[in-house]
């Protein structure tokens, strides 16, 4: 995401607490800020993207990144959060500091390529500014006031969570009796089983990897703030019940800490069913 934006000409700081990190954005035109505090207090624009709403925490408010902020500036926090705590640091943003919520999806290769899926929340003026900026990313949807951003975006992954753990079961009852693995994918792929998930993760699950770039503890936090807002539903929502369910008992065999896809190689231990599929596995993370 740094990398667009310096490619579209925007003049940017950038800070990682990892190092590589941060010398791969310098590396794209960026330069480094001191800390995240610096770069609040100098940038137009801060952005921010943080694994856990606990990291945003630790930046905006005990890091006093959003203290440093100055009147006129907007934070734009890409953090898959939770509603109520975006909420809670924007009452506490100095005077004429806007804040909105920005949430992003489509993994490393949409942020690559700019075809990310960024769902913003916030009010008019302060959406009007931040668009131009965020299109350079992807595809901007508005979901209206500060908070709905977030509330979207967990929406696609509770969906994506529950396609994600049924994958393994329809490749191994298909193999289970008699249909070779590149057949199934190709139906799937050309049938009313069709997904994002059939097309852009089954290749994680044939190279073996199970996609790294984003571990099973991420979909787990993501998992647990979905469980906050199905609070507010009045009904019970039984698939992403059972999807946590499958997603914590992968994280209890394997480690949380081991690739998302982890939830459908369960599946290929316990069928005793391969899923190796010959190809020209590029990783996604590397296109």
Not at 77 to 104: C, F, H, I
Request: aromatic share 6%; net charge negative; with cysteine.
């Amino acid at each position: 995401m740094c990398k667009r934006l310096c490619d579209a000409g925007y003049e940017v700081q950038a800070f990682d607490i990892d190092e590589a990190a941060l010398k791969l954005a310098v590396g794209h035109g960026a330069s480094a800020a001191e800390s995240a505090t610096a770069a609040a207090g100098w940038c137009e624009l801060l952005l921010t993207s943080l694994p856990r709403p606990d990291h945003v925490v630790s930046v905006m408010d005990d890091g006093g990144a959003l203290a440093a902020m100055t009147s006129g500036s907007i934070w734009v926090d890409l953090t898959t959060n939770r509603r109520e705590l975006v909420d809670q640091l924007a009452d506490l943003a100095p005077e004429g500091v806007a804040v909105v919520d920005s949430p992003v999806t489509g993994a490393v290769d949409g942020a690559r390529t700019g075809k990310l899926t960024l769902f913003l929340g916030g009010d008019d003026a302060s959406v009007a500014r931040v668009k131009p900026v965020l299109d350079h990313l992807g595809l901007v949807i508005e979901c209206g006031p500060r908070g709905t951003g977030n509330v979207t975006k967990l929406v696609t992954n509770q969906l994506w969570f529950v396609h994600a753990a049924t994958l393994a079961e329809g490749f191994a009852l298909g193999m289970a009796n008699g249909v070779d693995l590149d057949t199934l994918w190709y139906a799937i792929k050309e049938s009313v089983g069709d997904s994002f998930v059939a097309r852009h993760d089954a290749p994680s699950i044939f190279a073996g990897h199970y996609d790294p770039s984003f571990s099973l503890d991420l979909c787990l936090k993501d998992l647990g703030l979905i469980e906050e807002l199905s609070a507010n539903v009045g009904a019970s929502l039984d698939m992403t019940m059972k999807a946590q369910e499958m997603f914590k008992a992968a994280a209890e065999r394997y480690g949380s800490d081991v690739g998302e896809l982890h939830v459908a190689k369960r599946i290929e231990d316990d069928s005793e069913l391969s899923m190796r599929l010959d190809g020209d596995w590029v990783p996604h993370w590397e296109k």
